[in-house]
């Protein structure tokens, strides 16, 4: 059982270059998250997903953008990567009202 | 404005006593608790969840107590081990907000042999 999976699970960017970041849960979940985690910040939330074909902006979501491509993916778009923009990504899915479940993550720097 | 807050960055413990992490919350909406414990280089795993009709629950070596009337909660590990040593987060949700969740900053529990 995956779970939740992420890809890639480590980047390095230019300042300006865009990317994606894809993530894809097994477990039939509507909610879907990305996070990201920066030191002494915690787990901040960028974008969510309720249920397939509806996105929200979460805590900071300038510089990027989502699609929740289907039930089971949720990609995360940096268009022109900033260097503030270097963090641990983490997606996660859930069934409402119960705990996520969250991917390995991916360690992005924009240099 | 901070809705989930865990005011203590780190806390240390001797290997077989116990941990008390605590969290704060500001949104009276949240009806929903969880606490998630992180290693390096890796995602968060859920560890414990309360719901806000209960005030406590207890899993094993680990106990959370909600204080609504405080807007406190409060993650217990009786007997620390040395492999409980991670980051631990809190995290909130509510219906109103189809129950996204909203993370504090985390505590960093080092048990020591």
């Known amino acids: 059982n995956a779970g939740v999976t992420q890809t890639p699970k480590f980047q390095v960017l230019k300042t300006g270059q865009s990317m994606t970041l894809q993530c894809a849960q097994d477990m039939n979940h509507n909610s879907m998250y990305w996070y990201r985690q920066d030191p002494g910040m915690g787990l901040r939330l960028i974008y969510y997903s309720a249920s397939e074909g509806t996105t929200d902006k979460g805590e900071v979501p300038n510089g990027y953008n989502v699609s929740r491509l289907n039930k089971r993916e949720f990609s995360l778009r940096l268009e022109s990567a900033a260097p503030s923009q270097t963090s641990v990504y983490f997606c996660?899915?859930?069934?409402?009202?119960?705990?996520?479940?969250f991917g390995q993550g991916t360690r992005l720097t924009v240099v | 404005d901070q809705q989930v807050k865990q005011n203590s960055p780190s806390l240390s413990v001797q290997e077989g006593r116990i941990s008390i992490l605590n969290c704060d919350y500001t949104?009276?909406?949240?009806?929903?608790f969880l606490w998630y414990k992180k290693y390096p280089a890796e995602g968060p795993t859920f560890l414990i969840s309360i719901s806000s009709i209960k005030d406590k629950n207890e899993d094993g070596r680990f106990t959370v107590f909600l204080n609504k009337s405080a807007k406190h909660l409060s993650l217990h590990i009786v007997p620390s081990q040395p492999g409980d040593s991670a980051v631990y987060f809190c995290a909130a949700s509510d219906w109103g907000s189809n129950y996204k969740l909203t993370f504090g900053k985390g505590t960093l529990l080092t048990v020591n042999p």
């Open positions: 996660a899915s859930s069934e409402r009202g119960a705990q996520a479940f």
């Open positions: 949104n009276s909406m949240f009806d929903y």
